[in-house]
Structure formats: C-alpha cells, structure tokens
C-alpha cells in the first residue's frame, strides 16, 4: 500500500467536506480552530486551495495576524493582486494586442498604441473597495471566489476588528453566489471574544470547527522514512503517538525529533525526546525567547508554568523577589497580556497555560526570581 497517497487521499477528503460545508451554508464562514503550529497554514496551502481550484474556485490568501494593524487593506491587497495577476497578460504581445489603435503616426513609419484600458478607480473606502473588487473579481474570473482569511482571531485585537467583520459579513451576503470563505483561528479567547461580544456582527456569523490535528497517516511516513535510513531499526508506533501528543501534536516538531533521532540511530522515541528538549540548539532558542520578555513578564511565566495562580498572593509574593519588581495584580494582568499577545501563553478551558508543552516544562524547572533575570528591564 502507498502509505503517501492514503495520507494525501485523507486530507483531500477534509478539505472536499469543507468545500461541501461551504456549499450548504455559503454565507457563513468556516472557521477552523486549532493551536498554533498545528498545521493550519499549510492545510490551506497544500490542500484546500488545490482542492478548491479543481473545483473551479479562485483562492486568496490573507494572514490577518501578519497584518493586525490594517486588517481590511490586507484584505483587499490580496483581492488586487490577485486581480493583477488575472489581467496582466502573459507577454508584452498579448499587452499590445489587447490595446486597440487609436492613431497612424504622421512622422514615423510605425503605428502608434493607445492608451491601457484602464477601468474606474477602485472606491478609497476599504469596505467599499472590499465590494468592488469582489464584483471585479468575480466578473473577470467568471468562476467562483474562495476568500482564505489565516489568524483572524487578530480582529479582536485591533480596535475596528467588528468593522471589518461587519464589511466581511456584508460581502459575504451580497456576494453570497460567488464569495466564499474560510477563516482559521488560534486563539480560543480571540475567536470568543469576536464570536460572542454582544451586538458583535460575528454572533451566529460563523461555523466554527476544530481542525484536526495529524494521526498515524503523518507519523507512518516518519517511521518507514526512519526505518529506510536505518535498515533493520523500527521505531515503536504507540511511542510515537505517545510522543507526537507530548509536543502537542505539531508536525514540524514531530519531524525535527525524527530527524535529530535518525541522525544519532536512536529509536527510543521517550529517550529521543528528552535529548532533543536539553539539546544546546533547544537550550539557546528557549533562553531567546525568554529574553524577549521583561525579567517580570519571565517571572509570571515560570509561575503560570509551575502551575501557581497567576494573580494569587503567593505568585505576588514570589515575583516580589525580582530586583525592582514591585508586583501588582494589575502588573502581572499586563504581562499575561503580553505573554498572550506574543502568543507564548493561551487560554485553555478556565485557565491560561503555557502554549507550548515542551517549553512549559523548561520553564517549570526555572525559578521564578532567576538570577538570570536580574538586572533585566
Ligand atoms: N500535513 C502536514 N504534513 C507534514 N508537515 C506538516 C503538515 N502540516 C503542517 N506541517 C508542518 O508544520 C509546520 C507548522 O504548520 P502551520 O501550517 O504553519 O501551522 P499553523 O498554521 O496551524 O500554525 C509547517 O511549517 C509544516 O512544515
Ligand atoms: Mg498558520
């Protein structure tokens, strides 16, 4: 059995049911949610948009999280170049042959061309402009429109986020026949906030799925590519499963480890792990990213990573021991913000924890008042 293309078949399959999803309610957005590094991106790159474009759609992709302070223009940027790319034609021939003449020069020999046809100007509006390029689009495609909107918890940060869902919305109704549109999330508490803000345009607006993370059709490929480099070693299939939930189910991890395991011809996937996590590349990634952060940001950190209430009296007590510290309930709200913003903590169920697991079991070993933070602004 060809084990890559069973894996290709499936996730073909994922993105045909939400092809079919769309068809059935194609004013409301799918919205696919899972952690970060889960493989969302990719799914839209390396499946949906394929599968979409076989099914006579036109894709465009926007990351709203790259974007955060101008999302709409984002937006809309991708629409125009895509629209560009539709109306450029291939070769400078094909350029001058669609200009018509307008005049026979006198002087010279040759003809002359006229003028590039150019249509009305775009509307400067970005909620308008959103509109025109869609009927733009959509005119000279002559096929359907598949809006790819990556991150979109993003709206709930910037301040005229429910503008640009009301304009999404909008678009989406008035457009309904040849606009449709999936949008990914990675933050539970960003896609709340924008999916149930009373009075929200987003309320009942979109159908929010969990995308589901890879199983054994990604980790058998890993472990018969292991098994060809090193003839006669296997490695265990529950240890990788075991392994592959550990680092929170994230492929480019899984296949790192794979590879790091491979290069020394381990296959003890428990032992692989834990030498890759205290590996001195690991070691000076964590420490950077640490450094990033505020010695008092850090603290709270190690606190949330050890388990201790971040606004308890013993977390005060403890951040306390920072040279110039002077923890308050308001200052350690600030740095869990933070924190969430970079993306390094997330919500989950009733509690904040630290996204990555591997890195959140780094960080319980620190203390929270570390010498190595001291003197840090
Ligand atoms: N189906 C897959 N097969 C193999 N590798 C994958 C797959 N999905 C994701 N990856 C790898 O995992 C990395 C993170 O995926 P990405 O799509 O960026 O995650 P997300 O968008 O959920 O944060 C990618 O760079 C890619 O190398
Ligand atoms: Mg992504």
């Keep these: 059995m060809n084990r890559m293309k069973t894996f290709d078949d499936i996730e073909s399959a994922l993105a045909q049911s ?16 899972a952690p970060r590094r889960i493989g969302k991106t990719f799914f839209l790159d390396h499946d949906l948009a394929p599968v979409a474009q076989q099914s006579g759609f036109l894709t465009i992709y926007a990351d709203l999280w790259l974007n955060k302070s101008a999302p709409l223009e984002a937006i809309n940027h ?17 350029r001058a042959a669609k200009t018509p003449v307008t ?69 989406l109704y008035t ?9 990914t999330g990675s933050s539970q508490e960003g896609l709340a906030v924008l999916m149930t803000s009373v009075g929200s345009p987003m309320y009942q607006f979109a159908q929010i799925l969990t995308f589901p993370s890879l199983g054994d059709d990604f980790l058998q490929p890993l472990a018969n590519h292991f098994s060809k480099v090193h003839p006669g070693k296997q490695l265990d299939r529950a240890e990788l499963r075991a392994v592959f939930m550990k680092v929170g189910f994230k492929p480019a991890l899984m296949r790192d ?16 792990l834990s030498r890759y996590v205290s590996s001195d590349a690991q070691m000076s990634l964590w420490g950077a990213l640490l450094n990033g952060c505020s010695a008092f940001d850090q603290g709270v950190l190690v606190a949330v990573a050890q388990g201790l209430p971040p606004l308890s009296a013993q977390t005060l007590r403890e951040l306390a021991a920072i040279p110039g510290a002077n923890p308050t309930i308001g200052k350690v709200r600030t740095a869990l913000s933070n924190l969430k913003r970079a993306g390094i903590l997330t919500k989950a169920g009733a509690g904040t924890v630290v996204d990555d697991p591997l890195f959140a079991e780094y960080l319980a070993k620190r203390r929270i008042a570390s010498r190595a933070n001291a003197g840090k602004p």
């Design 103 to 171: 005049k026979v020069s006198i002087l010279g020999s040759g003809i002359e061309l006229g003028e590039e046809p150019s249509p009305r100007p775009l509307p400067d509006k970005p909620a308008l402009r959103l509109d025109a390029l869609v009927t733009r689009l959509a005119a000279k495609y002559q096929g359907k429109l598949l809006l790819m909107l990556d991150e979109v918890q993003a709206l709930a940060d910037v301040p005229d986020g429910v503008d640009v869902i009301a304009a999404l919305r909008a678009v």
């Design 257 to 272: 480890l794979v590879k790091a395991m491979s290069s020394e011809g381990i296959t003890d996937v428990h032992l692989g």
């Design 18 to 33: 939400y092809l079919g999803l769309l068809a059935a309610q194609p004013r409301r957005p799918l919205t696919l949610f």
């Design 175 to 183: 457009k309904r026949k040849v606009l449709h549109a999936v949008f």
């Design 78 to 94: 991708a629409l125009e170049e895509v629209l560009d790319t539709l109306q450029v034609p291939s070769s400078a021939v094909g």
